[in-house]
């Protein structure tokens, strides 16, 4: 569990009304940029809450969101470093 501290370094805009997680526009996280299924990134990476930390690429909740966006599974385990697609943004 995250210390206070830590989820205050998050912007208080990217957090719901409630204080309870990340606010969300329809499907997606307000800090999830880019476009589903071509290229996506996290503007809080660094300080993201242990609930995203826990998604793994590849895992259970990975693959419900895929079937979500009509996306195809992938293999778990797999990682694109954030540097990757960080310079293209």
């Not at 204080?19 to 990134?41: F, P, S, W």
Request: glycine share 12%; proline share 6%; with cysteine.
């Amino acid at each position: 569990m995250e210390e206070e501290d830590d989820l205050s370094r998050i912007p208080r805009d990217l957090v719901d009304d409630s204080l309870n997680g990340m606010r969300c526009h329809g499907d997606r996280c307000a800090a999830l940029v880019g476009e589903v299924g071509v290229k996506t990134g996290c503007v809080i990476y660094g300080q993201r809450p242990e609930v995203c930390r826990a998604c793994e690429p590849g895992d259970a909740a990975c693959q419900i969101a895929r079937d979500r966006f009509g996306l195809p599974r992938m293999s778990r385990g797999f990682h694109v470093p954030f540097r990757t697609w960080a310079r293209g943004r």
